[in-house]
T-cell receptor, first 114, second 111 residues
Framework: DAGITQSPRHKVTETGTPVTLRCHQTENHRYMYWYRQDPGHGLRLIHYSYGVKDTDKGEVSDGYSVSRSKTEDFLLTLESATSSQTSVYFC?????????????FGPGTRLTVL | EDQVTQSPEALRLQEGESSSLNCSYTVSGLRGLFWYRQDPGKGPEFLFTLYSAGEEKEKERLKATLTKKESFLHITAPKPEDSATYLCAVQATGTASKLTFGTGTRLQVTL
């Protein structure tokens, strides 16, 4: 158990509303990631963080922003949700061993945008 | 651009019927190849990391192998509890720990 929690676990919202998803870790890892998972596309990286206030974009970052003000929390915000952002969102942390790193995933948040 | 292709998309086996899942990849420079298992409604669960061609890792009924172009996940005498989606991912050198995933193989093991 990598000590990762995500909240909320399920959310239904309407187009145009802002949404914030939270990822919390208990093990003080430096790297944190947000992915979305959609049928036929697999897991795709949205944004990642390599330290407090240090973040960078992944391959599908348009329409998303992130913040990391504390080591343990990584927030994903949809400023104005669209139906194309209906997906399952996973947070992950990295063990950051230098040469390579395994990533461990949270339980996911299922987001539906109507 | 890094790419990962997994085959088959779906596989149905009877209990005890061994088989292999394939993960083909193209990457500028391989830092690591990862296998995950994902059960419905849950996050991916880490299984193995492979770093260089010729390397093998085993865990219970699973064995992962790596060549310069592909990786195989061999499942020996599977049980129904091995039913899951198996995901492959690659990490390229100089990519700040980012992973590129395949779309997975959905495995069903029946009695």
């Amino acid at each position: 158990d990598a000590g990762i929690t995500q909240s909320p676990r399920h959310k239904v919202t309407e187009t145009g509303t802002p949404v914030t998803l939270r990822c919390h870790q208990t093990e003080n890892h430096r790297y944190m990631y947000w992915y979305r998972q959609d049928p036929g596309h697999g897991l795709r990286l949205i944004h990642y963080s390599y330290g407090v206030k240090d973040t960078d974009k992944g391959e599908v970052s348009d329409g998303y922003s992130v913040s990391r003000s504390k080591t343990e929390d990584f927030l994903l915000t949809l400023e104005s949700a669209t139906s194309s952002q209906t997906s399952v969102y996973f947070c992950a942390i990295s063990t950051d061993r230098g040469f390579s790193n395994e990533q461990f995933f949270g339980p996911g948040t299922r987001l539906t945008v109507l | 651009e890094d790419q990962v292709t997994q085959s088959p998309e779906a596989l149905r086996l009877q209990e005890g019927e061994s088989s292999s899942l394939n993960c083909s990849y193209t990457v500028s420079g391989l830092r690591g190849l990862f296998w995950y298992r994902q059960d419905p409604g849950k996050g991916p669960e880490f299984l193995f990391t492979l770093y260089s061609a010729g390397e093998e890792k085993e865990k219970e009924r699973l064995k992962a192998t790596l060549t310069k172009k592909e990786s195989f996940l061999h499942i020996t005498a599977p049980k129904p509890e091995d039913s899951a989606t198996y995901l492959c991912a690659v990490q390229a050198t100089g990519t700040a720990s980012k992973l590129t995933f395949g779309t997975g193989t959905r495995l069903q093991v029946t009695l």
